[in-house]
């Protein structure tokens, strides 16, 4: 499949450390090349959350090596998906994109007690989401991200 057919996804949080990192891990992880997966943060911190990274590995996902990264334009405009995660009104909206809001607990200043019930919060909607996207009509349909209504 060529590149510019692959869908796009984003994923966004404050500071890019915790659960948009773990989205995306678990996009590549599970959807390997048939995705393109980014993530970013509105306020990015200086490196991903040690909890987050030790929950990831304990099921076989290194992510150790991950650098949080600022959200542009440019990432918003080539994302098919954008998912936020309690970003607020801080990501730019451009039309004809799918938006969803993803409202989970923030891993800042937890224990991987309480970060393993996120991680597989995500890992399932994950999942679900690798269902939508791969459809041949999945990537495109703008949709409440509360609701899951057409918008």
């Known amino acids: 499949m060529p590149e510019a057919a692959l869908p796009s996804v984003l994923?966004?949080?404050?500071h890019n450390a915790g659960?948009?990192?773990?989205?995306?891990?678990?996009l590549t992880h599970l959807a390997?090349?048939?995705v393109q997966v980014r993530s970013a943060g509105?306020?990015?911190?200086?490196?991903?959350?040690p909890a987050v990274v030790e929950v990831m590995a304990e099921i076989g996902i290194d992510i150790a090596a991950e650098v949080p990264k600022v959200l542009t334009v440019e990432a918003v405009r080539a994302s098919d998906v954008v998912i936020t995660m309690g970003c607020g009104d801080t990501c730019p909206v451009?039309?004809?994109?799918?938006y969803l809001d993803w409202r989970l607990p923030d891993p800042a200043g937890q224990g991987v007690d309480a970060v393993r019930p996120i991680r597989d919060v995500i890992q399932e909607r994950v999942r679900h989401l690798i269902d939508e996207i791969t459809q041949p009509d999945g990537g495109g349909t703008v949709v409440d991200g509360l609701t899951g209504r057409r918008a």
Do not use: E, I, Y
């Open 42 to 49: 509105s306020a990015p911190a200086d490196s991903v959350n």
């Open 11 to 14: 994923f966004v949080c404050v």
């Open 32 to 34: 390997g090349q048939r």
């Open 94 to 98: 451009f039309p004809g994109k799918r």
């Open 19 to 26: 659960r948009s990192q773990m989205a995306a891990a678990f």
